[in-house]
T-cell receptor, first 113, second 115 residues
Framework: ETGVTQSPTHLIKTRGQQVTLRCSSQSGHNTVSWYQQALGQGPQFIFQYYREEENGRGNFPPRFSGLQFPNYSSELNVNALELDDSALYLC????????????FGPGTRLLVL | GESVGLHLPTLSVQEGDNSIINCAYSNSASDYFIWYKQESGKGPQFIIDIRSNMDKRQGQRVTVLLNKTVKHLSLQIAATQPGDSAVYFCAENRVNNNAGNMLTFGGGTRLMVKP
């Protein structure tokens, strides 16, 4: 186990709704990254948070937003859900923003109907 | 465009044999590579990593080889066991001014171990 936890494990929403996913980083890690993994594909980078600030972003629209808290836990928020948002959402923590290994949590499976 | 990809989508091996999973990358500026194992319903699990200034690194039953000349990465698993059955991803980690410390994943190779 990596020590990275995510909640909830599963979630069902309808199109147009909003969702918040949560992640607790591994002890000692100040950087959290979020990834989206569609079925049968590799994870896609959404964004990264370092010391409560967004430190980089992939090719995702602004309706994907995030937060990081002083204890380095993080939230991913998705507004105006679309059917294509159905995926496994993965959180990964690392001890910094240089070339550090990222350790993944178990993910949250989101289904949008 | 920049990509990290895998040659074979599925690899089937006999228990006890050695497995080799390959990966090609296109960005010559990549600094760091990681292999992850993902079992069904779980998040990716770190296996082994290698930095661009190395060409080989060994772990317990696993070896990663990096050929920068042809931009190729491989994962070798010795004496493959049923518990090794999973999807394996290679990932490129490069510090990017626009995207921080992001991982770029390939599409994955499914390893199936026959008893």
């Amino acid at each position: 186990e990596t020590g990275v936890t995510q909640s909830p494990t599963h979630l069902i929403k309808t199109r147009g709704q909003q969702v918040t996913l949560r992640c607790s980083s591994q002890s000692g890690h100040n950087t959290v990254s979020w990834y989206q993994q569609a079925l049968g594909q590799g994870p896609q980078f959404i964004f990264q948070y370092y010391r409560e600030e967004e430190n980089g972003r992939g090719n995702f629209p602004p309706r994907f937003s995030g937060l990081q808290f002083p204890n380095y836990s993080s939230e991913l928020n998705v507004n105006a859900l679309e059917l294509d948002d159905s995926a496994l959402y993965l959180c990964a923590s690392s001890p910094g923003t240089s070339l550090e290994t990222q350790y993944f949590g178990p993910g949250t499976r989101l289904l949008v109907l | 465009g920049e990509s990290v990809g895998l040659h074979l989508p599925t690899l089937s091996v006999q228990e006890g044999d050695n497995s080799i999973i390959n990966c090609a990358y296109s960005n010559s500026a990549s600094d760091y590579f990681i292999w992850y194992k993902q079992e069904s319903g779980k998040g990716p699990q770190f296996i082994i990593d290698i930095r661009s200034n190395m060409d080989k690194r060994q772990g317990q039953r696993v070896t990663v080889l990096l050929n920068k000349t042809v931009k190729h990465l491989s994962l070798q698993i010795a004496a493959t066991q049923p518990g090794d059955s999973a999807v394996y991803f290679c990932a490129e980690n490069r510090v990017n001014n626009n995207a921080g410390n992001m991982l770029t994943f390939g599409g994955g190779t499914r390893l199936m171990v026959k008893p």
